[in-house]
């Protein structure tokens, strides 16, 4: 089936150290979108990335479509930076539809 | 600002009751999500809105009904037939009328509660 997998499920960095999500898909991506739910539970959109390389900040993402993963790249991270980091795509279920499709999440705690 | 409003932000509800959650957005999307949020899992789809007047059910529809009279508006309305109806509610939007073809934007969501 369609599957989205997030790595590590679990992260715990110290203050000001850098860090790598990473989300693979086990079909072709399409409209990838990372999210930070912070504590409150707000999504808040962090990236739109199809494909190539952003940057916002200290943060930067990059998807690799044709290799079917995408890489959340958070440096100097802060205690604001805590929370769960999603990605999600829509993934081609059959019979011409598809499916929005998200990882269970990497959830981040930055201890200072 | 342009964006999407949810309301209520906490409900608690007795068993037995309906209960709705609205969604306002103001960003002249086409298309309207709803999402359900158990703890520590992603997120599973319940209802979804291409267009006006129209919409389908998504992964978990039972127990659920949904209404599209106007574009801004996509309330879902949780039924007494929703076993477990205790979880976090979001409401989303993308401007395409096709399903999942643009950046998705999410309201804050509603926290529920059955007692």
């Known amino acids: 089936g369609i599957q989205v997998e997030q790595s590590p499920p679990d992260l715990i960095l110290q203050e000001g150290a850098n860090s790598t999500l990473r989300c693979n898909f086990s079909?072709?991506?399409?409209?990838l979108q990372w999210f930070h739910q912070n504590p409150w539970g707000q999504l808040i959109n962090l990236f739109y990335?199809?494909?190539g390389t952003k940057q916002n900040g200290r943060l930067s993402a990059t998807t690799v479509a044709t290799e079917r993963y995408s890489l959340l790249y958070i440096s100097s991270s802060q205690t604001t930076d805590s929370g769960v980091y999603f990605c999600?795509?829509?993934?081609?279920?059959?019979?011409?539809?598809?499916?929005?499709?998200f990882g269970k999440g990497t959830k981040l705690s930055v201890i200072p | 600002d342009g964006g999407i409003t949810q309301s209520p932000k906490y409900l608690f509800r007795k068993e037995g009751q309906n209960v709705t959650l609205s969604c306002e957005q103001n960003?002249?999307?086409?298309?309207m999500y709803w999402y359900r949020q158990d703890p520590g899992q992603g997120l599973r789809l319940i209802y979804y809105?291409?267009?006006?007047?129209?919409?389908q059910k998504g992964d978990i529809a039972e127990g659920y009904s949904v209404s599209r009279e106007k574009k801004e508006s996509f309330p879902l309305t949780v039924t007494s037939a929703q076993k477990n109806p205790t979880a976090f509610y979001l409401c989303?939007?993308?401007?395409?009328?096709?399903?999942?073809?643009?950046?998705?934007?999410f309201g804050e969501g509603s926290r529920l509660t059955v007692l």
């Open positions: 960003l002249n999307h086409d298309a």
């Open positions: 079909d072709s991506v399409n409209n």
């Open positions: 989303a939007s993308s401007k395409e009328g096709q399903v999942y073809t643009g950046e998705l934007f």
């Open positions: 990335i199809p494909s």
């Open positions: 999600v795509s829509p993934l081609y279920s059959g019979a011409g539809s598809y499916q929005l499709t």
């Open positions: 809105s291409q267009i006006v007047n129209d919409f």
